[in-house]
């Protein structure tokens, strides 16, 4: 029998066009797996549903929207970062600082807590700021890497600036025989309308030891999730306790944020002002309000850490 040629052609025009839609269907089918992960999710939203969750028509496929990047860009993994990145598709619950500094508790089995500042975004183990694991020592014959200096540069809250303040703990680590390290002084400032620096932004990772080579702080959030810190701690760079009767001046908060208008000018000002200092028998970096005048603080000590 004969087959008549137009209709043959029909035929091979439905197979491709059969073909082509399955082709075309391949990108939908695939993605239901990713969205029943985001339903499974125990921290979800209820009322976020469907294709429209990632991408920017309701009905799925095409441009993803925000989240649908983001999403992709983790590897398709929904991570305590992601979740505090798009809290409206989240149950999760916040907390946040009066320097704007968030904590995000995003993960489900809570061993993580997601810390935002300044739009950047950090995990951090629970377990490192709950229970804090010893840290090895340093390998260096001298393994200080933190302390209160044994003096004062006598000009009040006139300390030459950052530049100048880090110049007395390197000199001071020097004549203590820890000159090979790179050392900061503790403080903050914002002034005038400045962008700050953060005092707890200038000291580096850590870990941190006293000169007997006791730990101090394994790093910042260790550091500035403890208000007080044991008095035995705080020892000079020849290794003596540090005397509470002369203010350690910070400009900083418990968190170790700045002061705002609280930082001496810059600490190039000895005239009239206050500024904030810590107390190793109180809160170890904002005990206080001292004068930045040359009466009260002339002897004003700061505290200093070993960034490398």
């Not at 993994?77 to 798009?86: N, S």
């Not at 100048?164 to 903050?188: E, F, I, N």
Request: net charge positive.
């Amino acid at each position: 029998m004969r087959t008549d040629g137009s209709s043959t052609l029909r035929r091979v025009g439905a197979a491709w066009l059969l073909m082509l839609g399955v082709g075309l269907m391949q990108p939908a089918v695939a993605r239901p797996e990713y969205l029943a992960r985001f339903q499974s999710d125990p921290m979800r939203r209820a009322a976020v549903d469907g294709c429209g969750t990632c991408h920017v028509k309701s009905e799925g496929g095409g441009a993803r929207n925000d989240f649908g990047t983001a999403f992709d860009a983790a590897t398709r993994e929904i991570t305590p970062i992601l979740r505090a990145t798009f809290p409206k598709n989240f149950d999760v619950a916040s907390a946040t600082l009066p320097d704007g500094t968030t904590f995000f508790m995003s993960d489900p089995q809570s061993r993580f807590v997601v810390l935002d500042r300044q739009n950047q975004k950090v995990l951090v183990n629970v377990a490192d700021i709950a229970t804090p694991k010893a840290a090895p020592l340093p390998l260096a014959n001298n393994r200080m890497t933190f302390f209160v200096t044994s003096e004062g540069l006598g000009q009040g809250g006139h300390l030459g600036g950052l530049a100048g303040a880090d110049r007395h703990c390197q000199t001071l680590a020097r004549a203590a025989g820890a000159g090979d390290r790179t050392w900061r002084a503790y403080l903050s400032t914002a002034f005038q309308g400045k962008p700050a620096v953060n005092a707890g932004d200038r000291i580096g990772a850590g870990p941190w030891y006293n000169a007997a080579g006791v730990l101090v702080a394994r790093g910042p959030v260790d550091l500035h999730t403890k208000e007080q810190l044991a008095s035995m701690l705080f020892l000079t760079e020849s290794g003596q306790p540090a005397a509470s009767a002369l203010p350690i001046v910070t400009g900083t908060r418990p968190n170790g944020t700045a002061a705002v208008d609280q930082t001496c000018n810059g600490w190039t000002s000895s005239t009239a002002g206050d500024t904030v200092a810590g107390d190793p028998a109180g809160v170890w970096n904002s005990a206080q309000t001292v004068s930045c005048g040359p009466a009260t603080p002339a002897a004003a000590r700061v505290y200093c850490f070993a960034v490398k």
